[in-house]
């Protein structure tokens, strides 16, 4: 791609964070009257460039956060500062314009496109509502097409005239990317763009992303349930749990020497692709409890091999332990213990 960002692109310092939230809280009306807490409090910046992993169980709320991000809809509570500006305070024409910036990659990649449509009409129609005043003229936004799909891997010529059906799951990824990317934004938001796509190609698109990522200067928030997928792809690390951040920490960090033991029990549940490598006999205990009515004190307490007392009664407050490791928890793991085999 040749053309540039839009004009009205608020810019700041690369000093302070491209995306700042705060004590996010998402909530959903439920029967008889109940609120399922799905984010509680969450708060995280994400710096220019950075690639934030979001990882946890089914039900943790990772997607509600990468959707209240989006203000899609918005949070019950919290801010979201993108780019220096408060999205939550933001409406009409002004939020339109600064969702231009910050593009959503989902999971299922061929249900999130139009059956309908070509690909290039697809990929028209997001220029023709939100793209810069540089495409104004139809043939600047074909060979914008043709660029776009060429950078994702795919033949502009082949591709531009078929529809989604035609394609394979990994192929509806790569177009649903050129589709976040040719607004050319500062931040995409990935909720589990691999779960759906085989083991080998899920390897081609995280790949793809990182190329991207530098090529673009392009900030990640990418979402996923898989800590092997996130490990080849982050560089901090937040695990959910219930709603809450158990555990925010660089990449390397969390996975050598994880604090939380929800963290811990995570990490050893990852199969490691070496037959010698005996099976650890480690497994979270007991279900996820209801976000109808989550545990008192600490969330996690009711499946934790270390919960007291104290546990129950005060709610663990997310704290420092090494420069950039933060972890929510009353008896975190000692970080100078030995660690099994690598995962």
């Given at each position: 791609m040749t053309y540039a960002m839009p004009s009205d692109t608020t810019t700041t310092s690369h000093?302070?964070?491209?995306?700042?939230a705060s004590n996010i809280v998402v909530e959903y009306p439920s029967r008889g009257g109940q609120r399922v807490s799905a984010v509680a409090g969450v708060s995280f910046d994400l710096r220019h460039g950075e690639t934030i992993g979001v990882v946890g169980e089914s039900g943790c709320g990772k997607s509600?956060?990468?959707?209240?991000?989006?203000?899609?809809p918005r949070p019950t509570s919290?801010?979201?500062?993108?780019?220096?500006?408060?999205?939550?305070q933001q409406r009409g024409r002004s939020l339109r314009r600064a969702r231009v910036q910050m593009q959503m990659v989902f999971q299922d990649p061929i249900s999130s496109l139009n059956p309908k449509r070509s690909v290039q009409d697809i990929l028209l129609e997001a220029l023709a509502v939100a793209g810069p005043a540089s495409l104004s003229r139809q043939t600047d936004r074909l060979d914008a097409v043709h660029n776009i799909l060429?950078?994702?891997?795919?033949?502009?010529?082949?591709?531009?005239?078929?529809?989604?059906?035609?394609f394979s799951g990994g192929q509806c990824q790569r177009i649903c990317i050129a589709r976040a990317l040719i607004l050319a934004p500062r931040l995409m938001i990935c909720d589990e763009p691999v779960s759906a796509l085989d083991v080998s190609v899920q390897a081609q698109i995280l790949n793809l992303l990182q190329?991207?990522?530098a090529k673009y200067s392009?900030?990640?928030?990418?979402?996923?349930?898989?800590?092997a997928v996130v490990k080849h792809i982050a560089d901090r690390v937040m695990v959910m749990y219930l709603g809450k951040v158990c555990e925010l920490a660089p990449a390397d960090d969390m996975y050598r020497r994880p604090q939380h033991p929800y963290s811990d029990l995570l990490l050893q549940s990852?199969?490691?692709?070496?037959?010698?490598?005996?099976i650890s006999p480690t497994s979270i205990?007991?279900?996820?409890?209801?976000?109808?009515?989550?545990?008192?004190?600490?969330?996690?307490?009711?499946?934790?091999p270390f919960a007291s007392a104290v546990c129950a009664e005060r709610e663990p407050e997310l704290r420092e332990t090494s420069p950039g490791h933060f972890v929510a928890c009353h008896h975190p793991l000692d970080p100078v213990r030995p660690v099994g085999p690598s995962t």
């Open positions: 000093d302070q964070p491209l995306l700042s509600s956060l990468g959707r209240a991000v989006m203000q899609l919290g801010s979201v500062v993108f780019a220096g500006a408060d999205l939550t060429a950078e994702v891997g795919l033949d502009p010529v082949a591709a531009a005239s078929r529809r989604p059906h035609e190329d991207l990522k392009l900030s990640l928030l990418f979402i996923s349930h898989d800590l990852v199969a490691v692709p070496d037959p010698s490598v005996p205990g007991g279900d996820l409890p209801s976000p109808l009515n989550p545990p008192s004190g600490c969330r996690f307490r009711t499946r934790c």
